[in-house]
């Protein structure tokens, strides 16, 4: 049996964490032994995890550097004495190595996986120096997608210890809510054209791109509506913005949902304005629900979307771009619906959470077997 510890800051409701909770629950029993622990809090996800069985265990770590928490993680895995410690985003990734310490001759410390969700162009330079200090103590970094281990590449991470596993997506199973409803909630005239976007609302998300972008739109397609689901430190900025270009009926701030899964399917397009990303959770999930999808020219986007095969892809920033993209795929259906249909049928065949659990096994096999 391989002892597979999973060590992330929380159990929030956000992409690294929802991968991590199919991956604990998706694991093989019969092979694997696994524990999910949180360095900081729980969350949502938590629920997912003692319904499957999977033991949870809740460090607390309460500041940026908490020696306290760093211990308590460090006894915890002189317990649980696991093969692998599999870790995820830079503070779990950070407290996991410097708790293992280094391997030396009869060592009996973990093999250790390092989890990177994104092109981390955000981190300062104590945070880059830190991740290139704990790469010795690294015997593998996955990347999900090819953008995040180039990266970590460029940044001095051996190529040899670098693995792409992709994010894996639910298959699509349609709404349990109607049209109607989603419409009434947003107070949205039935008939209208929404666009969609889920993300946290940070300047790197560029929300504020699709905001100019659909007040461009309106005196082409007076029935299009943006529909914006997430949190985030720019909220209050975004929605000062919306309402002083006189766009408060057009649109709406939805906040942090717990069923997006049920909105999504209503939408007619989805977008994706960023500058930098990992491999997006809700790209993936438009695309598993047949949306034709509008997105920014960063690499990892690249990764997801082939140009008028599976959707529509525009220069970062470049608004009346997003503008003329949103007044092609609404004002031509047909193409809409052959992109949306590709894109599904794409995810379908190469993002399932099999695959994505898969390659993991495999992974875990490898690193014990060496």
Request: glycine residues 6%; proline residues 5%; charged residues 25%.
């Amino acid at each position: 049996m391989i002892k597979v510890l999973l060590l992330i800051p929380t159990l929030d409701r956000s992409g690294a964490e929802k991968q991590l909770t199919h991956l604990a629950i998706g694991l093989p029993r019969d092979e694997f032994d696994v524990e999910v622990v949180a360095l900081t809090r729980g969350g949502p996800y938590e629920e997912q995890l003692k319904a499957a069985g999977i033991p949870l265990t809740i460090i607390g770590k309460r500041w940026k550097f908490d020696p306290f928490a760093l211990r308590r993680l460090r006894k915890l895995i002189g317990e649980k004495q696991p093969d692998i410690l599999h870790t995820w985003l830079f503070a779990a990734n950070a407290y996991g190595r410097i708790a293992v310490g280094s391997r030396v001759a009869g060592n009996t410390a973990p093999r250790v996986v390092v989890s990177e969700r994104c092109v981390d162009s955000w981190k300062a330079n104590w945070q880059l120096w830190f991740d290139r200090k704990l790469a010795p103590r690294t015997d593998r970094l996955t990347g999900n997608s090819q953008a995040v281990a180039d990266f970590y590449a460029d940044l001095g991470f051996p190529r040899d210890r670098l693995l792409v596993i992709p994010n894996g997506i639910e298959p699509a199973t349609g709404s349990t809510r109607t049209r109607q409803s989603v419409c009434d909630e947003f107070e949205f005239p039935v008939d209208s054209k929404i666009i969609g976007c889920v993300g946290r609302l940070a300047p790197q998300k560029r929300v504020s791109d699709l905001i100019w972008a659909i007040e461009l739109l309106q005196s082409l397609q007076p029935t299009s509506r943006l529909l914006i689901i997430g949190e985030g430190p720019q909220r209050k900025e975004l929605e000062d913005f919306a309402r002083n270009i006189r766009l408060s009926d057009v649109v709406r701030f939805a906040g942090h949902r717990s069923d997006v899964s049920s909105i999504i399917p209503h939408m007619d397009l989805f977008c994706l304005a960023s500058d930098f990303e990992g491999q997006s959770n809700s790209l993936m999930e438009a695309m598993a629900n047949c949306l034709p999808v509008v997105v920014s020219n960063i690499a990892p986007n690249l990764e997801l979307v082939e140009h008028e095969k599976t959707g529509l892809v525009v220069p970062v920033g470049d608004r009346p771009a997003f503008t003329r993209a949103f007044n092609q795929l609404i004002k031509d259906e047909s193409l809409a619906d052959s992109l949306g249909t590709a894109a599904s049928e794409y995810i379908v065949r190469e993002h399932s959470f099999e695959k994505t659990i898969a390659a993991h096994v495999d992974l875990y096999r490898s690193l014990v077997d060496d």
